[in-house]
């Protein structure tokens, strides 16, 4: 894991806010004030962004845990799990219905676009929420797993039908361009080999 160790002034609070959300986007957690912390090897991103700032009082380490050593803070307590995991749950909890219904064919175009739409503004927020910690710090019932699968299963399901109707809204504005509608599945984009009168087909 990577360690961020810097001092800043206290009459520096802007720059003091500015660095601990870049090391948040960067998937660090406050282990102690001054003391960030990641499950990656993020620490040459951590190094470059902190130079780049001018930063002097800083260091950058690796570290590993040893084991059968007492905490008094364990490093997972730098991270709300509970937190974590009542977001994944929660993301669950609103899509897993929909699943299904679009297994079963009962989804429309429009309803498609706009529950694929939904799903992602949903979806996008996890990078920012789960610093994806290994799997065998975790607990084994983990949900980010179940919560993936039905992210993928979904979003990939729905591309077809939600292809068709911007298909269909671009064709009424701007015939020309519409057939050049893709969707992309949550691997990466449509087969732009597929026909352009059909679907993409998805990799």
Not at 148 to 155: D, I, P, R, S
Not at 165 to 182: G, H, K, T, W, Y
């Amino acid at each position: 894991m990577a360690l961020v160790i810097f001092s800043i002034p206290e009459d520096r609070r802007n720059l003091r806010r500015a660095i601990r959300a870049r090391l948040r986007w960067l998937g660090f957690a406050p282990l102690f004030d001054g003391v960030r912390i990641s499950p990656h090897e993020r620490g040459r991103e951590a190094g470059r962004f902190l130079d780049e700032l001018g930063m002097g009082a800083y260091s950058v380490l690796t570290a590993r845990q040893p084991p059968d050593v007492p905490q008094g803070v364990a490093p997972l307590d730098a991270w709300d799990l509970d937190g974590i995991r009542a977001e994944y749950d929660a993301f669950v909890a609103e899509w897993e219905s929909l699943v299904e219904r679009v297994r079963d064919g009962a989804v429309g175009t429009a309803e498609a676009l706009r529950a694929r739409t939904g799903l992602m503004d949903d979806w996008i927020r996890f990078p920012g929420v789960d610093p994806r910690l290994p799997e065998e710090l975790l607990p084994a019932d983990w949900p980010r797993r179940r919560a993936h699968g039905v992210f993928a299963e979904l979003y990939d399901a729905l591309g077809p039908l939600a292809e068709t109707r911007v298909r269909q809204i671009v064709a009424r504005l701007a015939p020309e361009p519409a057939p050049l509608v893709r969707h992309h599945t949550h691997r990466g984009p449509a087969d732009a080999a597929g026909p352009p009168d059909g679907p993409g087909q998805c990799r």
